[in-house]
Structure formats: C-alpha cells, structure tokens
C-alpha cells in the first residue's frame, strides 16, 4: 500500500522559510515523477513544483519560481520543498503526489496523495 505523509508546515512571518517534507512509504519514490501542489479555501488545488527523479529535472510555477525548490533524498525515500522568502498568499493546504499518466500541472495527472500540511504566512 502506497503512503504519502507530509510534514513541516507551520505559521510563518511574511519573509520566513519553510521546508515541507513527503515520505513514502510502499514505493520507491525515486522511480516516481513526483509533484506538491497546494490549496487554499475556496478555490482550486493548484500545481507548485515537480520532480523527475529519474531526469533530475524540475518544474515550477510562475508563483514559486525562484522561491521554492522541490528536491528528493533516496536513501530515506523522502521528497522536499524548500519555501523562502514567503509570502501571505502562499497560504494553504500543501499535498505531495505521486504523477501517473498526463501533464504534471493538472491534479487529475496524480494517483496517490499524501494528507496535506498546512502552510500559515502571516503579514
């Protein structure tokens, strides 16, 4: 049984870092193209990063963009988003997933979530 559970987020002054964590259990997520995206209340779970493992290449959103950076450790099976320089409307639920067939900036492209961390960032 695939598992995905994040931690790390938190309430943060505007300016402030954040690092998310996502471990897996159940897979090898270095094999996976993985991505974090994020959901605020009241509007659509929206795509932030994303990572080839196997490719060693990442993708971002406009919004996170020299801000955020999405990276993996193999040997604890472990994916990571490093948030700098954060900003109020980066509030939200952050969820990790792990991609299955389509574009890896729509949510539907996704097969396995993890349960979300919220991320707080006060002005």
């Known amino acids: 049984q695939v598992q995905l559970v994040e931690s790390g987020g938190g309430l943060v002054q505007a300016g402030g870092s954040l690092r998310l964590s996502c471990a897996g259990s159940?897979?090898?997520?270095?094999?996976?193209?993985m991505g974090w995206f994020r959901q605020a209340p009241g509007k659509e779970r929206e795509f932030v990063a994303a990572?080839?493992?196997?490719?060693?290449?990442?993708y971002y959103a406009d919004s996170a963009k020299g801000r955020f950076f999405i990276s993996g450790d193999n040997a604890k099976n472990t994916l990571y988003l490093q948030m700098n320089s954060l900003k109020p409307e980066d509030t939200a639920a952050y969820y990790c997933?792990?991609?299955?067939?389509?574009?890896?900036?729509?949510?539907?492209?996704?097969?396995?979530w993890g349960q979300g961390t919220q991320v707080t960032v006060s002005s």
């Open positions: 159940g897979r090898t997520l270095s094999n996976d193209f």
């Open positions: 990572i080839s493992w196997i490719y060693g290449t990442t």
């Open positions: 997933a792990i991609k299955g067939s389509g574009s890896y900036l729509y949510p539907s492209s996704y097969n396995y």
